[in-house]
């Protein structure tokens, strides 16, 4: 890639505030030096810098930190921005992550502005179609396809995305790029990790030495399904035990479930953990459970493989690129990379834990999504693949 290129994110969240869609944009563009990256993003807090660097991007937030005025202001204070930044900076190419506020700065500017400068779309979103027909009067679904009709290309962390894309009307060629694992960081304690370091990690959490830990990442949602998780425990032994690192808006109503249920003992809140310590957290676990309800990929999913611990998910959305079922009456071919149970089926999910405590090739299952992880989803290699998506726009 050529020392001038230069390109202008667009993320409605940038950190501190972290999902998935900032861990991908800080992964990607750590591992692309050789370009100027510049973000616009809403400030939502006082408390945070309105311009500052974190690694390999300058970032611009915008708004009075206000968290719903900033995010409403961000299309249009960020299209103001956008023309200003690009008057300076004269841009290759503006990457939107996702149809959001942030990214509705980008086709604005496009609009507002003479040179229209090539828009880079980049999907991510794990929310249901019900959630699409249902929220914002439906112009979630006015802004999808407004926003494929003006991008010029289309890149899409999964097959179901890609679907989704399509059936919004979008014609043009679409790239799956998926979401990645920082492979050093996450399978290091594959091979550094003692069972004394481990049984001490265990004793910090709060386990016993013979629980058995039902682990999830998530943010406490309803789309991620914790519920059914909690609502399961009951169905089954004393000893196993769930870890939730994750905040959320349903964390208080969650442990009044677990209260109800008589298992508030067996579940451990831990709240938001940076992946700097979750993987050592993940590690000293025994099953990854996420019954989620819709999924545009799932980075935690991934991330879980690659400690080497076995998952449990829901066939939706975009898991089915990369779970394929242990079914229990067959060997452990090269492709069973984990197990499905059903969605809002607390019964499902009960069952689905016993057939991996019990299943004879679980083993083999766990080495078979480690190696898929290693040559499909390692950072290094998607940040080579969407660096050749912002060269096609440099050369242009």
């Known amino acids: 890639m050529e020392k001038s290129s230069k390109i202008l994110i667009f993320s409605t969240s940038y950190y501190p505030f972290v999902g998935g869609a900032e861990v991908a944009i800080k992964e990607i563009t750590d591992r692309i030096s050789d370009a100027r ?79 229209k400068i090539p828009i880079i779309l980049t999907l991510q979103e794990g929310d249901s179609e019900e959630h699409f027909r249902k929220h914002w009067f439906g ?44 492979i050093n960081k996450f399978s290091i304690f594959n091979f550094q990790f003692s ?36 609502k399961a425990l009951p169905k089954l032994p004393e000893n196993i035990k ?48 996420r019954p989620s309800l819709s999924e545009g990929m799932g980075n935690s999913f991934i991330e879980a493989m690659a400690v080497k611990i076995p998952v449990i998910a829901t066939p939706v959305g975009g898991i089915v690129d990369f779970l394929h079922d242990a079914s229990p009456n067959s060997e452990a071919g090269r492709g069973q990379t984990g197990y499905f149970c059903k969605s809002q089926n607390s019964e499902s999910v009960a069952e689905t834990v016993n057939k991996v405590l019990n299943d004879p090739k679980k083993e083999k299952v766990v080495e078979n999504a480690y190696n898929m992880v290693i040559e499909k989803y390692d950072w290094n290699l998607i940040s080579k693949q969407m660096s050749e998506v912002f060269d096609k726009h440099i050369k242009s």
Request: hydrophobic share 40%.
């Open 37 to 115: 990256f510049d973000l616009i993003t809403g400030r939502y807090d006082r408390k945070v810098s309105l311009e500052e660097k974190i690694g390999n991007v300058n970032i611009y937030r915008l708004g009075v930190g206000i968290p719903l005025l900033d995010k409403l202001l961000l299309p249009f204070w960020g299209a103001i921005k956008t023309i200003s930044l690009n008057r300076k900076n004269n841009y290759h190419s503006f990457w939107c992550l996702m149809v959001t506020f942030a990214s509705g700065a980008a086709y604005i500017a496009n609009i507002l502005n003479g040179k």
């Open 195 to 230: 069972n004394k370091e481990k049984e001490k990690i265990r004793n910090e959490v709060g386990f016993g030495r013979n629980d058995i830990v039902l682990v999830t990442s998530s943010r406490l949602v309803k789309k991620n399904g914790i519920e059914d998780v909690i």
């Open 242 to 289: 769930f870890v939730i690192f994750g905040e959320g808006k349903l964390e208080n109503k969650l442990k009044k479930l677990a209260k109800d249920l008589n298992v508030s003992k067996r579940i451990f809140f831990k709240g938001y953990v940076g992946h700097s310590v979750l993987n050592k957290y993940l590690k000293v676990c025994d099953i990854f459970v």
């Open 139 to 182: 112009l979630i679904n006015l802004s999808w396809r407004l926003a494929l009709k003006n991008t010029q290309t289309l890149t899409v962390i999964s097959s179901y995305l890609a679907n989704r894309a399509r059936k919004f009307g979008y014609k043009g060629e679409i790239k799956i790029i998926p979401n990645g694992v920082d």
